[in-house]
């Protein structure tokens, strides 16, 4: 299916053992083992982020990937050798970016890797495994929390680098990188979309950088206050006498109940206003008093 990946970012796998015997494979398993240990990262102070996709082969993904980038928050996108030249302002690109335009505006399109990672200094991959060797297999979330409790340093950059939606990204670019970012996901299924990959490590990273505030989905309401709850209780009590539920002369506990039924609402004045409303119905009733009661039975307490 175009613009499905089948390997990449699959979690489940542990970082494979390096080759016994070699000299040059020890070397590496020392170098990359001491990212399994805690070690001091830089913070990035000046946050910046830059997402670099490897030979992206769908122009719809490089839209997606604008989208994902640009709502949480993040500008600075890097294609390496697409298939498309003019993969930035193709339709498909544009459709799927749903606005992001900015984002494609300011992105960049370059020969080689080398020209990707200019001024960055820590490097994530989203790689296939497994690998003969490499950097250490880490879910991002922990990862990303270990970046930002780190000593601070100015000026530094990540990267996080996706490789085409084939093949993912190829051997000498993963060891290049400190780490190789696997999303958690279902084992015996973790094939995720380009764009669905750059959104979920958009958002943990946004998330160990601070994130965004919830924005309410409607307006906030304001509670009602004392006076009016104390209001609204008096024309309930009229209105429970009116239609025979309250007997004044022996009222018991019932309009203490309702104020702390009331009070555990928390009611909005909007609400005050929808029960007066019914309190005013009942009101217009015209029920003598008891007359819904049968026979003999006493006020509700």
Known sequence: MPGSIRHPWIAGAETPDLIRGSNDNHLCRRQWSNFNRPVSFPVFVSMQTRFVLINVSH??????????????????????????ANV?????????????????????????????????????????????????????????????????????????????????????????????????SNPEFGSLNLGAAVQVIAYEWRLALGGYAVQDATAPCELADAAQLAGMLAHWERALVSIGFL????????????????????????????LRGIAKMMD?????????LPAGAATRD
């Open 88 to 184: 930035l302002n193709r339709e498909e690109t544009i459709q799927r970016a749903s606005g992001a335009l900015d984002v494609l505006k300011k992105a960049r399109i370059v020969a080689t890797l080398d020209e990707a990672l200019d001024g960055i200094t820590h490097l994530c991959a989203t790689a296939m495994t497994p690998r003969d060797f490499g950097p250490p297999a880490v879910a991002p979330r922990p990862h990303f929390e270990q970046l930002c409790r780190a000593e601070s340093r100015s000026e530094q950059g990540v990267a996080f680098l996706f490789g085409s939606e084939r093949f993912g990204m190829q051997n000498e670019d993963v060891y290049r990188c400190h780490v190789a970012l696997s999303i958690p």
């Open 284 to 292: 217009r009733s015209g029920l003598p008093p008891n007359a819904l």
């Open 59 to 84: 122009a719809g993904n490089v839209g997606a990937t604008a989208r994902a980038m640009k709502t949480m928050g993040f500008d600075d996108l890097v294609l390496v050798s697409p298939r498309w």
């Open 247 to 274: 007997d004044p002369q022996a009222p018991k506990k019932l309009m203490p109940r309702l104020n702390q039924l009331f009070n555990r609402s928390a009611l909005t004045q909007e609400e005050i206003h929808i």
